[in-house]
Nanobody, 123 residues
Framework: VQLQASGGGLVQAGGSLRLSCAASGRAFSTFVMGWFRRAPGKEREFVAAIRRGGSSTYYTDSVKGRSAISRDNAKNTVYLQMSSLKPEDTAVYYC?????????????????WGQGTLVTVSS
């Protein structure tokens, strides 16, 4: 499985971005998909996850209410719509795919990772 993240860029505080992650290889609909991020000088952290059918989503508290994760299984793509962006959202964002597991907030649950896309939020 290969994951290709895109959509990052430079945005002013208060702005919006939509990240995309396209998957190829094994059936996309069988994966739980997640987004993580690594800010400069910090550990990688969970951002959001979405179950296989898209009916259940999970968010870290810092982005809840400002972000929406979604997926299009027909396009093998997962999205992360982020709004009201803050400078502290600046990070490299990674998409990840999990075959199984229950703790979607833990990076160890995920089997495949994309290369990351940089989001920079200026104040």
């Amino acid at each position: 499985v290969q994951l290709q993240a895109s959509g990052g860029g430079l945005v002013q505080a208060g702005g919006s971005l939509r990240l995309s992650c396209a998957a190829s290889g094994r059936a996309f609909s069988t994966f739980v998909m997640g987004w993580f991020r690594r800010a400069p000088g910090k550990e990688r952290e969970f951002v959001a996850a979405i179950r296989r059918g898209g009916s259940s989503t999970y968010y870290t508290d810092s982005v809840k209410g400002r972000s929406a994760i979604s997926r299009d299984n027909a396009k093998n793509t997962v999205y992360l719509q982020m709004s009201s962006l803050k400078p502290e959202d600046t990070a490299v964002y990674y998409c990840a795919a999990a075959i199984s597991g229950v703790n979607w907030r833990e990076s160890a649950t995920y089997d495949y990772w994309g290369q990351g896309t940089l989001v920079t939020v200026s104040s």
